[in-house]
């Protein structure tokens, strides 16, 4: 269950994004992916996660390719992600999100004709105990997003990818906008996770606190390619590294 | 009594208009394109249905393989001529169901020619006496069939993951696509339910008044109704699907006799008309200038 991304670029008119990128993520590892802004770290996140085409380059998840893929065929090997922007949906609640990313999921993929006629109502309870309980959503179950703060919309979209039980999970950016207390509670979540499902997660993320106490490893990104790879300690001392991104004091 | 019995024949109508205009609402949610060729599927589906009946194939088979091959329709129309046009505006593609309108009816010309033809009986003749009134089977299917249909489809599309996939497809087609829906399977199937219940429409009213390619005109009575109903409310198209079914039977029967004797007393006016086909659009126009967004509707739909 290994990630293996080799050399990975992609460019939009004259603006090269993403430069001979390569990452690895092994089995239940959580990689903290940093960068300064325009490093192209979301547009990484989208060559493998079936939004954009790169041009060269190849993504392997164990052994198979999935460059190429569609969103909703990485979903069924198990591939799911979060949104940097929080998906906007009017009418739909908290729970039915929930379970369209259940419903991704090979496990749980109805014939057409149960998808007809079942009630989609079966797991409800399920759902409610594991998925919006530990961040905090069972209260919300049946509101309408639109109702939500930001915050609660960011859970629920994770709460969301979680429910296809990926097996490989990209969060983008999963605590911008929320307060502190509320990153550090989505930290624990995000490790929980992979506790729970031995997932292998790459996470996008600016805030330091919340990267140094949610990852094992960083890959720092700058001008489209890998300028620095190690444990949160070893990142926070390279000079390269404060440099471009950190700020030297 | 004669209140009743036109609330009665107003439903069994209403209920039909309801069906067909479910389906343009529906298209109209999943890919922001208004079906003006809604009629044309109706009137196919009466059709097709008819050419099983005279196969011989007994009616409920009849309407069900009807349905089905409706079905096909729709999804065919989305394949090929839909799903080519994706990055075309929504006015020419609108403006392509127009021409497929106009195809269809020349296509049943072609075949079954221009004559009315009398609909073979699907549902057993004669009529119920009900405290005076007098319901035929015929509006009684109708009503059964068309209400059961209709409501059945909102308790799919409000409780199944099927249903609740096509939600989240109309809601927002973008952010659909991102989590993993797919997202033109779900567009494809709600053109084949909204041509199969379109086809169950065109059957239901040829076996109420005859078959003829004047089904087709369903279509346009269908507008005001979602107009009224609110484009984007399934809910609402099946309300004021029954309200105006009724209106149009209450103008027919009360308000045209009454409004003919008044002015024969007063002027040399012999007739009206037929008054009921002008209801819905003054009730469309009447919509629009109040309430543009519809009964139900959400403030911002698109008009046409």
Redesign the interface.
Same mark, same amino acid.
């Given at each position: 269950m290994t990630l293996v991304v080799t050399d990975l670029s992609i460019h939009f008119g004259g603006v090269i994004a993403v430069a001979d990128m390569n990452l690895e993520v092994k089995p239940r590892e959580i990689v903290g992916l940093i960068g300064p802004n325009g490093a192209g770290k979301t547009t990484f996140i989208n060559c493998i996660a079936g939004v954009n085409e790169p041009d060269t380059g190849t993504a392997t998840w164990n052994g198979r390719e999935i460059l190429g893929l569609s969103p909703a065929e990485l979903l069924r090997i198990g591939v799911a992600r979060t949104f940097q922007s929080v998906v906007s949906l009017h009418d739909l609640t908290v729970l039915d999100v929930v379970k369209l990313g259940a419903a991704a999921h090979a496990h749980n993929a109805q014939g057409f004709f149960e998808q007809l006629f079942r009630s989609d109502h079966g797991r409800d309870d399920e759902l409610c105990e594991t998925l919006l309980k530990p961040l905090n959503l069972v209260d919300v179950a049946y509101s309408p997003i639109q109702t939500l703060s930001y915050g609660q919309r960011k859970s629920v979209d994770l709460a969301r990818a979680l429910a296809s039980e990926p097996a490989l999970l990209y969060l983008d950016e999963p605590v911008a906008g929320l307060t502190y207390q509320e990153g550090m509670n989505m930290s624990a979540v995000i490790r929980s996770v992979r506790d729970r499902f031995g997932c292998s997660v790459i996470m996008v993320e600016h805030k330091m606190d919340v990267v140094n106490a949610t990852c094992d490893r960083i890959t720092v990104m700058a001008h489209g390619a890998r300028i620095f790879e190690g444990t949160p300690a070893e990142t926070q001392q390279d000079p390269e590294v404060r440099r471009v991104y950190l700020g030297e004091a | 009594m004669l209140a009743l019995q036109l609330a009665i024949a107003g439903v069994a109508t209403g209920s039909i208009y309801a069906l067909i205009a479910l389906g343009i609402v529906l298209i109209y949610k999943c890919s922001g394109v208004v079906n003006f060729a809604q009629g044309a599927y109706a009137m196919l589906g009466a059709y097709i249905t008819y050419f099983l009946l005279r196969l011989g194939l007994p009616s409920i088979v009849s309407v069900l393989v009807g349905m089905v091959l409706m079905a096909l329709v729709g999804m065919v129309t989305e394949r090929l001529i839909l799903r080519r046009m994706l990055k075309a505006q929504i006015v020419s593609v609108m403006m392509v169901t127009l021409g497929l309108l106009i195809f269809l009816k020349a296509v049943c010309l072609a075949i079954w020619g221009p004559d009315q033809i009398a609909f073979p009986q699907i549902f057993p003749s004669g009529a119920i006496d009900f405290a005076g009134i007098f319901i035929t089977y015929n509006y009684i299917a109708a009503f059964v069939l068309a209400s059961a249909l209709s409501i059945g489809f909102l308790l !799919?599309y409000r !409780?199944?993951? @099927?249903? @609740?996939?096509q939600?989240?497809a109309a809601?927002?087609s973008r $952010?659909a @696509? $991102?989590?993993?829906?797919?997202v033109s399977n779900q567009v494809s199937i709600a053109w084949a339910t909204s041509a199969a219940l379109a086809g169950l429409g065109g059957t239901l009213l040829a076996s109420l008044g005859g078959l003829s390619l004047g089904i087709s005109d369903i279509g346009l009575i269908a507008f005001p109704v979602i107009v009224v109903g609110g484009l984007d409310s399934l809910a609402g198209a099946l309300i004021a699907g029954f309200l105006l079914g009724i209106l149009e039977a209450f103008t027919e029967g009360i308000l045209t006799p009454n409004l003919e004797e008044f002015l024969r007393s007063v002027s040399n006016i012999q007739s009206v008309g037929a008054l009921q086909q002008v209801i819905p659009y003054a009730l469309l126009v009447l919509m629009l200038l109040l309430r543009p967004q519809g009964i139900f509707g959400?403030r911002g739909a698109e008009r046409v």
């Open positions: - | !799919f !409780f199944t993951s @099927l249903g @609740l996939m939600r989240c809601d927002n $952010a @696509l $991102a989590i993993g829906i797919h959400r």
